[in-house]
């Protein structure tokens, strides 16, 4: 069983910056990847950046591309998400997620923290 909980969500104008925290626990040993994902009110949760901790592979939705970053630090289990240039359209509820796989050209977690809010107004 793996545990993750997210933090450092919030409110901010347009132009600002966030970062997110997510700490696993728990049966981290089998984890090669994690993934932040976001759900928009009436909208399906979708991928947003992932991280491979061992060989530091990242990857981005075009959408983020640019303006966040993933990073890891390994020994702490913690996956960051630096969030940058932030605009309204990034308004959601952020989701760490892991272990990050694909199905079906998708990226997938098995298991997911509680979220977090990022609201950005204008």
């Known amino acids: 069983q793996v545990q993750l909980v997210e933090s450092g969500g919030g409110l901010v104008q347009a132009g600002g910056s966030l970062r997110l925290s997510c700490v696993a626990s728990?049966?981290?040993?089998?984890?090669?990847?994690m993934g932040w994902f976001r759900q928009a009110p009436g909208k399906e949760r979708e991928f947003v950046s992932g991280?491979?901790?061992?060989?530091?592979?990242?990857w981005y939705a075009a959408s983020v591309k640019g303006r966040f970053t993933i990073s890891s630090d390994n020994a702490k289990k913690t996956v960051y998400l630096q969030m940058n240039n932030l605009k309204v359209e990034d308004t959601a509820v952020y989701y760490c997620?892991?272990?990050?796989?694909?199905?079906?050209?998708?990226?997938?977690?098995?298991?997911w923290g509680q979220g977090t809010q990022v609201t950005v107004f204008s």
């Open positions: 997620g892991g272990p990050l796989t694909q199905a079906r050209g998708a990226w997938v977690a098995d298991y």
């Open positions: 728990g049966g981290t040993f089998s984890i090669m990847a």
């Open positions: 991280i491979n901790w061992v060989n530091i592979n990242k």
